[in-house]
């Protein structure tokens, strides 16, 4: 299998933040490689607030024309963040991540919710056009960086994820 594009979103209203560094965690598990493209959402600045936005504009392109994506959010009043709102609205409702196979991932301080990753981030991702094979991922937002904390998602998911990526791209 050749090697697949994947891009890792962080909607954190904080730079660098602890979601951005669990989003590339999750996407080197599942790929045993390194991200192709890293979005820190924040980085975008007001571009986001319109349409037209050159960086936007290029950032969106790069989730477009991956093969995965990890999209990752903190959890702000049990949803994801605004400013990963404001990147997600940039697609086209229906095709505007057709055929990405896409993890949605959020990180919170308790197991209060757990849930929130798939009831409220993937329906938005799956709107958008996007493959979501797998359950949406919630970590702990301190412990997401322990030995074994992916572990139980991985044994669970992994395979079906490597099942859709050599779709796309066969040997």
Do not use: C
Request: net charge negative; glycine share 10%.
């Amino acid at each position: 299998m050749t090697s697949p594009t994947v891009t890792v979103v962080a909607g954190n209203p904080k730079p660098s933040s602890r979601t951005l560094e669990a989003a590339q965690l999750v996407a080197r598990a599942i790929t045993g490689t390194s991200p192709t493209t890293v979005i820190d959402v924040v980085d975008l600045g007001p571009g986001l607030l319109g349409w037209g936005d050159p960086a936007v504009a290029e950032a969106t392109r790069a989730v477009a024309a991956s093969d995965l994506v990890v999209v990752a959010s903190p959890t702000f009043k049990a949803t994801y963040s605004g400013v990963l709102k404001l990147f997600l609205d940039q697609f086209a409702t229906g095709d505007g991540m057709a055929g990405v196979t896409a993890v949605p991932l959020m990180l919170g301080a308790g197991p209060a919710h757990h849930l929130a990753p798939e009831l409220l981030l993937k329906p938005v991702l799956v709107e958008l056009g996007a493959v979501v094979p797998v359950q949406g991922l919630y970590l702990s937002d301190r412990g997401f960086a322990e030995p074994g904390a992916l572990d139980p998602w991985l044994a669970r998911w992994q395979p079906a994820i490597t099942t859709m990526l050599r779709g796309r791209h066969p040997s």
